[in-house]
Every structure is written in C-alpha cells, then in structure tokens.
C-alpha cells in the first residue's frame, strides 16, 4: 500500500498528461455550430443583386450546398474569394453567398471586381440570419444536405487544404446519407 | 461672458461623456435593468472568448445585447433568453452549463476536491497521532536500554 503511494504522483501526471494531450491542437476560437443537425433557420430577405426578389429558406433545400457569409468590411473574406471561385469553377460546387451586415453597393461592386462564386446571394444587411445561424464572425461556411439541414460549420478561411481535408468528406456524406 | 465660456464647455463635455456611459436601454421597471445586467454578465462573447458579452465591444456582443433586451421587452424569462441564444450559438456561450447528467462531474469536481482534500488531512492527522502515541509510550524493557544507552554516553564524556 505504501509503496503504492509512492507512484500516486505519476499516476496523477500521466492522467493529466492524457487529458491536457486531447486539447493540444484544438483551436479554441472555432466553435461547433448549435444548429448541427437542424433545420436552417427561416429567413425572408432579398436578393443583392435585385431588392425586388425575395429569398427564404427553400433557396438552401434540394441539393447539398454551402452557405459562405461574408461582408466586404471583412479583410479574410476577401483572402478566401480566390479559393470559393475555384471552387465554384473547378470542383463545380453550389455555394450560396450570405452578404452579412454590408452595403448593396459595395458588396455588388466586390463581386463585379473579384468574380460570382454564388448560385445566389442573401442580402442581410441587418445581420438577422447571421444571428439566427450563430454567426459570431465572418468568413464561415455552412454545409447543408438536400433537406435543408445544417450538417457543419466551418469557422474562417477556405483554402485547398480545409476544402479536401474537412468540407469535401462531409458534403460526400451529405450527397450519400441525404 | 468669458468666465461663463469654461463652464458651459464643462458642462457640455461632461453631458457628452455621461451619454456614453449611460445605457442606450430604457427599462419600464427596475427589475428588468436589473435581469438584463444579470443576463449579459452571465453571458459569454463567442467572438472574444474570455469578455462576457455586458463588458464586450464586439459587434456580435451588440447583437446580443439588443436580443436579451428584445425578450425582456418581450416578457420572456431569463431561461428563455439563455435558452434562444444557445440554440444558436451553443452552450459556450454560457458562464454556467446547466446542471444535467452530462455535467454534473463538472459541477461536482469542486465537492469531490474539498471531500479528497478532507480524507487527505485527516489521514495525515490520524497517522501522526497514532505514531505520537507509539513514541512516547515506552515498554519497561525498551526504557531499561534507553537509560543504559545514556548511561554510557555519559561515560564516555567524562572519561
């Protein structure tokens, strides 16, 4: 018993070793989505590119899509546009742009000057979707299945390597558990 | 004129400065300002994660400043508005997880530390008692060698 006691503090460091190991790595600032699994919220807002065509939530139904929030005040989004074009050109995917507490006119003039990647841009100038989707900062993109649902979120830029590695295996279980 | 000038600048400066401080929030009764302090303290930025979201410039805190006061307004509970903003930025967001299965270790941990801590000082305290006990109780045969043992010493010094 004694010399059990002994190896207690060992025992007590590789415990904690293991514990504290699982969080090396993880980045604390990116934060899995509360709606994983739900529902988009409902929203009606329109268009950016025509304030006479309303958008809802059937826009994100149908097919497996991301949803990509940005806003021109937002010097990452601006790092990632290169990459959603690529995206959008070269693997062919549909992305839905949320335009996110900006201005119509400079978001149109974003677009005209770096290139569309969207199917179709949200106008939420107010932020109500964002809030409604748990946006806490742009860049972040939503992958959601045929039915609407949210099935990840991803927290900042989108690269090559975020694409093949984290979105691509989820849209492929998306597009096969549908 | 002149001597009034400083003192009209004063005081439009400080009405300025008290415009700043002061809430943007007009509450009908004081229990709804008090629920609302409560709430945004209780609160977690999720964009700057240490700050909760009463002290916390971020817009996204703005945002859910105007929404506990929207519910307030509203006659939402606090539950309820703790509750609308987990399900859409997740349980971080709160200071104290709610006490559930899931959690109740986490709850539990300081209990379990203070109860360890407890049976530690008492062993400790138990054991040294026992051995005190033991020391000073000698058997008639260990005393016997003990006055030989100092004897002898005493021997050897005056020699």
Same mark, same amino acid.
């Given at each position: 018993?004694?010399?059990?006691?002994?190896?207690?503090?060992?025992?007590?460091?590789?415990?904690?070793?293991?514990?504290?190991?699982?969080?090396?790595? %993880?980045?604390?600032? %990116?934060?899995?989505?509360?709606?994983?699994?739900?529902?988009?919220?409902?929203?009606?807002?329109?268009?950016?590119?025509?304030?006479?065509?309303?958008?809802?939530?059937?826009?994100?139904?149908?097919?497996?899509?991301?949803?990509?929030?940005?806003?021109?005040?937002?010097?990452?989004?601006?790092?990632?546009?290169?990459?959603?074009?690529?995206?959008?050109?070269?693997?062919?995917?549909?992305?839905?742009?949320?335009?996110?507490?900006?201005?119509?006119?400079?978001?149109?003039?974003?677009?005209?000057?770096?290139?569309?990647?969207?199917?179709?841009?949200?106008?939420?100038?107010?932020?109500?979707?964002?809030?409604?989707?748990?946006?806490?900062?742009?860049?972040?993109?939503?992958?959601?299945?045929?039915?609407?649902?949210?099935?990840?979120?991803?927290?900042?830029?989108?690269?090559? %390597?975020?694409?093949?590695?984290?979105?691509?295996?989820?849209?492929?279980?998306?597009?096969?558990?549908? | 004129?002149?001597?009034?000038?400083?003192?009209?600048?004063?005081?439009?400066?400080?009405?300025?400065?008290?415009?700043?401080?002061?809430?943007?929030?007009?509450?009908?009764?004081?229990?709804?300002?008090?629920?609302?302090?409560?709430?945004?303290?209780?609160?977690?930025?999720?964009?700057?994660?240490?700050?909760?979201?009463?002290?916390?410039?971020?817009?996204?805190?703005?945002?859910?400043?105007?929404?506990?006061?929207?519910?307030?307004?509203?006659?939402?509970?606090?539950?309820?508005?703790?509750?609308?903003?987990?399900?859409?930025?997740?349980?971080?967001?709160?200071?104290?997880?709610?006490?559930?299965?899931?959690?109740?270790?986490?709850?539990?941990?300081?209990?379990?530390?203070?109860?360890?801590?407890?049976?530690?000082?008492?062993?400790?305290?138990?054991?040294?008692?026992?051995?005190?006990?033991?020391?000073?109780?000698?058997?008639?045969?260990?005393?016997?060698?003990?006055?030989?043992?100092?004897?002898?010493?005493?021997?050897?010094?005056?020699?």
């Amino acid at each position: 018993m004694k010399r059990f006691l002994l190896f207690l503090p060992v025992l007590v460091a590789l415990i904690l070793g293991v514990v504290l190991f699982a969080g090396i790595g %993880k980045d604390p600032t %990116k934060l899995e989505s509360a709606l994983i699994g739900k529902q988009v919220p409902a929203f009606n807002l329109t268009d950016l590119h025509d304030p006479d065509v309303k958008l809802d939530q059937a826009l994100l139904k149908g097919k497996v899509q991301l949803l990509n929030v940005w806003g021109t005040w937002c010097p990452s989004c601006r790092d990632e546009h290169g990459d959603l074009m690529w995206l959008a050109r070269e693997k062919g995917v549909s992305i839905i742009g949320l335009n996110y507490k900006d201005d119509r006119a400079d978001a149109l003039v974003w677009l005209d000057r770096l290139g569309d990647p969207y199917q179709a841009t949200i106008y939420d100038p107010k932020g109500t979707l964002g809030f409604d989707l748990g946006v806490y900062g742009a860049p972040e993109t939503f992958v959601i299945d045929a039915r609407g649902v949210v099935r990840y979120r991803h927290v900042g830029v989108i690269n090559e %390597k975020v694409w093949e590695e984290t979105l691509l295996p989820v849209i492929n279980d998306a597009r096969e558990n549908g | 004129m002149f001597r009034l000038f400083p003192t009209l600048l004063f005081v439009l400066f400080s009405a300025v400065a008290m415009a700043e401080v002061a809430d943007v929030y007009e509450f009908d009764a004081a229990n709804e300002e008090t629920r609302f302090q409560n709430l945004t303290e209780e609160l977690r930025c999720p964009k700057c994660q240490n700050q909760n979201i009463a002290d916390s410039d971020a817009p996204i805190s703005q945002d859910m400043r105007d929404e506990v006061y929207r519910m307030i307004q509203g006659g939402a509970s606090d539950e309820q508005i703790m509750d609308a903003l987990e399900a859409r930025f997740g349980e971080f967001i709160r200071y104290k997880p709610k006490v559930e299965k899931r959690t109740i270790l986490l709850w539990a941990t300081p209990a379990i530390a203070v109860f360890g801590g407890f049976l530690i000082v008492a062993g400790v305290v138990i054991r040294s008692r026992r051995g005190a006990s033991q020391a000073t109780a000698l058997t008639a045969e260990e005393k016997v060698r003990a006055e030989k043992i100092l004897a002898e010493s005493n021997q050897d010094k005056s020699t």
